[in-house]
């Protein structure tokens, strides 16, 4: 796994094991080969930094919630907080790697002083030119892709690589072309080829949907005899599948890769076209840098040796603030807070179900009613209909600073739930509470409107999901301020099987035999309609 945890920082770069991410708060992805997302899956619950072309291949391919994902504009400095009161903070630029779609580097600027993560990359002379190097920056810590980084390995130019692959199609003019690629890069290569060639390159289709999100020329195709030059994995080029290609077409096969690859075949041809920086390459990039210190991404390969004489001097290292330590040693169970967010959202978890004792639930029961003849005295005196506040509108006014980015979603799942209170014998009262409930506080549900009942979440109509809210609520509206006094059965609901479906597992284990608790549920009931019935008249 090509990641890294940085020393003295909350910071880790392409490293998902929370298990041995320790004090590591701030989690950024680099790009999405699968070398550097090990751990990364759909069940990720932390936020995550990238660039907006890896925030969708992320979502979409790893099914990483959109809430977790925070996408930064790449060429754009962002502030971000290093404690959970802001006190500290630092800064993170992202520049394109010229690796793969959606590849950056970070730059990072904060206490620790300035580090530069380069993520996989090929270096080009523009890159020395972004405004956040430009400016004469001293680089203290330099953690460099080193891939390549062999001085016997001799890499031509990207460019002069595609000139030998051209060379070698033009001299199968009659032949069809398999080009062996990863699942992600070397697009422009495909582009630079069906151009040259004038023919249609054909993909897969989930590769199709990546080029056109790309905004690359319109030369590529999911049909399979629309063009000679075919996009496959790199996996599929063997011996027997060009067997099996040359009985059908006179075929050939590229490999575009650095890498020491045996050809099992005479007509797979392996052409040093790589997306990772040659070693004079490197020696270019260090010696303009100047960086104290220079650490390998690729550990088993190590390399400072040969940047020796382009170091800058080293500096101490600098002390961790203290708001930084207790943020990083405080408890990773939780995701990492965006401070503001979270000191609004932030109350106990409580886990399974809340039993309310019979005299809490009737002293609660007598206040709602107060309440409601209250209410009703004053709509009689003032007829005017006074606008009712929607749920979800009324979150996001709460919440603006989480609700304005696609990908920044508010901590409210995406799929519609809803938090209800189920009335259950013996007058107690069970709250079911969904897993997300922790972030929202108590005072939310009266601020939103929702009451205890009925808490919409999720789409961006503000829909609830009850499709029958008297059923549910007993009232017309489950947004009722007093619709948290009645009770849950309507009239027609009387029968013994939804009570059963009701009540609590623990009410038919622990407490009656099956008779016995028939005949205390039908009492429960009755006296629950008749005050049903009384409360309608109040």
């Not at 936020?47 to 099914?63: E, G, K, V, W």
């Not at 004053?378 to 209909?385: A, P, Q, Y």
């Amino acid at each position: 796994m090509n990641g890294v945890l940085i020393p003295h920082t909350p910071i880790a770069v392409d490293f998902w094991s929370l298990r041995r991410a320790g004090s590591a708060r701030l989690f950024f992805l680099s790009h999405m080969h699968s070398d550097h997302t090990v751990g990364l899956s759909s069940t990720w619950a932390r936020p995550l930094y990238c660039s907006p072309i890896t925030a969708f291949l992320l979502h979409r391919h790893l099914q990483v919630s959109k809430r977790w994902i925070r996408a930064l504009e790449v060429g754009e400095s962002h502030v971000l907080p290093l404690d959970e009161i802001g006190r500290e903070t630092m800064t993170v630029t992202l520049m394109d790697a010229n690796h793969c779609p959606g590849s950056v580097m970070f730059l990072f600027e904060g206490y620790f002083g300035t580090i530069l993560y380069t993520g996989d990359f090929r270096f080009t002379p523009a890159m020395l030119k972004e405004p956040a190097l430009s400016v004469g920056k001293q680089i203290h810590t330099l953690y460099l892709d080193n891939t390549n980084c062999n001085p016997a390995l001799d890499l031509p130019s990207q460019h002069e690589a595609a000139q030998q692959i051209v060379a070698l199609i033009r001299k199968h003019p009659q032949h069809d072309v398999k080009i062996g690629l990863y699942s992600l890069g070397k697009e422009s290569l495909l582009e630079q080829l069906a151009l040259e060639f004038q023919t249609w390159v054909v993909l897969s289709p989930r590769r199709l949907e990546l080029v056109q999100l790309l905004g690359l020329a319109d030369v590529f195709t999911v049909e399979e005899k629309a063009g000679r030059i075919h996009a496959v994995n790199h996996m599929e080029i063997c011996h027997s599948a060009m067997l099996r290609w040359n009985q059908a077409r006179p075929t050939i096969a590229i490999l575009p890769t650095s890498r020491k690859i045996h050809s099992s075949h005479p007509n797979i041809h392996i052409i040093p076209y790589s997306d990772h920086s040659s070693y004079s390459e490197l020696r270019a990039f260090v010696t303009a840098l100047k960086p104290c210190q220079v650490l390998p991404i690729v550990s088993r390969q190590p390399c400072r040796d040969y940047f020796q004489d382009s170091l800058g001097p080293r500096l101490p290292v600098t002390l961790i603030p203290d708001s930084v330590q207790q943020y990083m040693s405080a408890s990773s169970s939780k995701p990492s807070v965006l401070c503001l967010l979270e000191r609004k959202l932030r109350r106990p978890r409580t886990q399974g179900v809340v039993f309310e004792s019979p005299e809490e639930k009737a002293d609660r029961f007598q206040a709602d009613r107060d309440s409601k003849k209250a209410k009703n005295e004053d709509l009689s005196g003032n007829h005017e209909k006074q606008p009712s506040l929607h749920p979800l509108r009324t979150k996001k006014q709460l919440f603006p600073d989480r609700c304005s980015s696609e990908w920044e979603a508010a901590p409210f799942s995406e799929s519609q739930r809803m938090v209800t209170v189920l009335t259950a014998p013996l007058g107690l009262s069970v709250h079911l509470r969904s897993p997300e409930e922790e972030f929202l506080p108590p005072e939310t549900g009266e601020e939103i409107g929702g009451g205890p009942h009925l808490v919409p979440r999720g789409d961006n109509d503000g829909s609830a999901v009850s499709r029958n809210p008297r059923a549910w609520g007993g009232q017309d509206s489950p947004q009722s301020p007093s619709s948290k006094a009645v009770p849950l059965l309507a009239p027609e609901f009387s029968g013994l099987a939804l009570k059963y479906l009701l009540t609590p597992l623990n009410f038919f284990q622990a407490r009656f035999s099956s008779r016995g608790f028939d005949q205390q549920m039908e009492k429960y009931h009755k006296s629950l309609l008749k005050c049903r019935r009384e409360h309608s008249l109040v």
